[in-house]
Each structure stands twice: as structure tokens, then as C-alpha cells.
């Protein structure tokens, strides 16, 4: 009876998982449809023009004899594709770098002068492990800290990240990769973040690092590549809570799908010792490294950290129940006067309990919502939104002329974005008949991700970056699942 009672809570879960995450990508399209970057007004010519090639490459490609040499060639020519996204992204370093504000203009600073990554740094520990990798890096390789040397190294973070999802899913399933190889190169296209060296693009190589360690782990043939697995695993976790904790939630995804499928496991003393010694290898790994870069952190000779400065917890959720739900100046200067981590605590905790009196349970379900449109609807991943000031000199050459706020082709690039945005969120909605393990470990991952930012500092979909892989390889392996689905759906209207 416990064996059947263990079965129906696997399959309620499963179910579970299925129901809400093919629930919520509804609002998260609603509001991207919403967004102000499809406003046509603005758009200039180039918009047209690009669609008119479209149309005519996919007539040319689709609709003529040469459809059988591109499926032939087809690897052959995303590889092109990649190629020339690769130059693109470099391209754009060099056009259309500049200074950037906030956090990432502070660590900048900090790079040129220690003395500003001590104040900082006490106040703001959670940026260590990002100053470090990033002082490292750059003295490793003789280079000055300028914003172009970052921004190549950011690069560089992205298209490994990039890179490493290829093999995760070659591995998982090899049908899947020309997807996400397509899916991938529009990105590097358009991501203009890879000129903004921060943690969203910086954490990248270690998830996907993390998530191709479990694949590992998964599906070796022998006990080694395993137990090798775990490790490569353990250190991408490692590194990613060091680096930006939040996307670390793919290991919580794993933890809680193991625990609900537990009993669709046949154990036998073989697996138990071999689940032990995994877990051991990982705790090991994991939590000896947090407290090994913790010491290092207070002791380290390059800059010095003040102890008990930095927010708490509870700061960041409480900036997440306040007006938009995001950065809050107000919040950060008292947090930051205040002399104890009791003080901030307390004083965070207030702010909380006094938005729960405010709202009441149906003014926190409307908060949410409008939380949810905020952090989810800008396919431009909140370029120019918050962090200011962001860059503000006269654009000046083409490149600039796409990017930079003042160019006249801006809103021609939000337009695209926000195409490709949609695009994936339909993507990701309808490929609800694709079900295993893995899928159901990337919806709860992120489910997980967006749940995180609803309920801690958010308000913009700057945030969603550091979960770009799972949303990326999720897409790739339900694609066929949709295609299926939005062939379905053309047979039903075409009937009408």
C-alpha cells in the first residue's frame, strides 16, 4: 500500500509540474504581447527589409529543390551561423563598449582601485566571488582592467555557457541539438548584455557547467564517468552560489524531483551505497568550498572585507515586496546606516510584515501578477531599465546606432528581441507533451527561477538571464513536442 501511495504522489507531482508551468507561460506571453518594444510606432524601414528577406529566404529554402541541400548541409550551415554570431558578439565589444553604472560600473572601479572593492565589498559580499573571478582572469592573461578586456571576458562566459548546453543536450539527446544551436546563435545576436560584465552573463559557464555535471552523472555507462559526474556537478554548483546564489535553484529542482520519484527507483544495497557516496562527494565539494572561500573572503591580502556590513536575506525580500518589487534607494540607505546585522534584520522584517497588513491576501495576488509582468516581459532582458546610468553618449556608428538608447534603429532592436522573447515562451508553453525526467527537472527549475524572483528583489527581466540555459535546453528538447503541437493547431484553424 505505501509502494502504491508513493506511486500516486509520483504521478500527482508530475502532473503537478505540467499544470503550472503550462499555466503560467500563458501570463508570461500575455504580458510579453504587452510589452511597449512591439509598438510598431518608431519602427524604421530596416524592420520591413528584413522581413521582406525573410519571407524570400524561407520561400527560396522551403519552397524550391533547394530545401534537400539545406537539410543535408544543415549542421554545416548553423555552424556558419555560429561562426558569424561569434563575430558579431566581437564586433560588438569593440563598437559599442562603454561605462555602465551601478554594481557593475562599482566592481569596474573596484578592479582599478582596491580601495574602493573594500568598501563595496564589505557592504556588498555578495559580489566577492564576481570581483575575484574577474581580477583573477584579467591578471592571469597580463591585461588592464578597461571595459573592453571585461566585456571580451564576459563574452567569453557566455559562449562557453553556450558551448557546454550543446554537449548536455548532445548527450541527453542528439536529435535535440540543431535547435538549440539555432536558438542559441539568434541569442548571441541579440544579447546585448555580453557588454555588460556582470553576474546575469558571468554565472552562465558555471550552471551550464552544474547542469552538464548531473548529465554526466546520469548517463554514464560506468560507475566512474558517474561518480565523475557528481563532481564536475558540485563544483559548477559550487561556483554558481558563489557567484550569483539564486541560480543555483537546478540543483533544488533535482533534490525535489528525486524526493517525489523516489519510489520509481528499484533500490538495491549497490544503489544506496552508491547514492551515499555521491551525495558525500558532493557535500564535500560543495559546502567545504563555501566555507574555504568564506575564510579566504575576511583573510584575503587584496582587499579587506569588514565583517557583518553586507544585507541580509531579508533586505533583498523586502525590496521584493515593495512597490514595483525591485531596487529600492530608500531601503539600501537605511539598511546600510544601520551599525548591526540584527538592526538590518529587524528592520527588514518590519518593512515585510507591513506589506503583508497593506495588501491583504487579494492586494499580494494582484502585486504578484503585476511582479510577474515586470519581471518577465522585456524581451531586451531590461536593457536601459534600472542601473542607471546606463550609456549615454550620442551614438555614433551603425553598431551604436542599434543599441545605444539614442540610435535610430533602438526600437528596430527591441522589436527583434521582443519577437525572439515570444518565440521562446511559445516554445516553452507548447511543448507540454514532451515528458521526462529531464524536462520535468528544467519546467520545475524554472518555475522555481520565476517563483524566486516573485518573492525576492526583482522588477525587471535582467534577472532572467542567469536562467537562459535551463530555458534554452528545455526549448530543445520539447522542440519537436511543439512543432507537433503548432502543426495540430494549423490543421484546426485550417478547417474552420
Known sequence: ?????????????NKTIIILFTGWMPLILLGALNDQNLNPWGLT????????????????????????????????????????AIIWQFMLV????????????????????????????????????????????LNLFNLSPSWINVNLLNLVCLDLSLGLNAVSIYVLNHRALLPLLILQDILMLLLVQVIVPYSDVMVLPFVSLMIL??????????????YYGVVVCAIGALSTYLMKPSSIIFILAVLLWMLFN??????????????VIAAGLFGIIFFGGVSSFKHFEYHDKLVNVTKDQGEPATHFMAMGVSDRGGWNAEQVAKTQAMKTNKERSDYSQKI??????????????????????ANTSDGTFGWYHGDEPYIVKPAKTKLQSIFYEQGTHFHDYQFLAQIFWIMNILLLGLGFAMVDKYTQIFRLAIMGGL????????????????????MLMLNALTFAAAKEKLKQLKMVFSSQ
Open 262 to 275: 523516489f519510489s520509481a527507483v528499484a533500490m538495491t544495497r549497490k544503489k544506496v551505497m552508491n547514492y
Open 94 to 137: 569593440f563598437n559599442i563598449s562603454a561605462p555602465i553604472g551601478f554594481d557593475v560600473g562599482t566592481i569596474h572601479q573596484s578592479l582599478v582601485n582596491h580601495k574602493v572593492a573594500s568598501g563595496y565589498l564589505s557592504l556588498n559580499p555578495n559580489n566577492f566571488f564576481l570581483f575575484y573571478f574577474q581580477h583573477t582572469i
Open 451 to 470: 517563483l524566486f524572483l516573485l518573492l525576492f528583489e526583482g522588477g525587471r527581466s535582467r534577472y532572467l538571464i542567469q536562467f537562459l540555459p535551463l
Open 1 to 13: 500500500m505505501k509502494h502504491n501511495g508513493l506511486t500516486f504522489l509520483t504521478k500527482w507531482f
Open 45 to 84: 524601414p530596416l524592420i520591413l527589409k528584413l522581413v521582406i528577406t525573410g519571407i524570400i529566404m524561407y520561400l527560396v529554402i522551403f519552397k524550391t529543390p533547394l530545401k534537400h541541400w539545406v537539410v543535408r548541409y544543415r549542421f554545416w550551415l548553423v555552424s556558419l551561423l555560429t561562426i558569424t
Open 352 to 373: 515585510i510584515q507591513q506589506r503583508f497588513k497593506e495588501y491583504g491576501i487579494i492586494g499580494f495576488i494582484q502585486f504578484f501578477i503585476n511582479k510577474n509582468y
Open 213 to 226: 555535471g548531473f548529465v554526466i552523472a546520469e548517463k554514464g555507462k560506468n560507475t566512474f564517468l558517474k
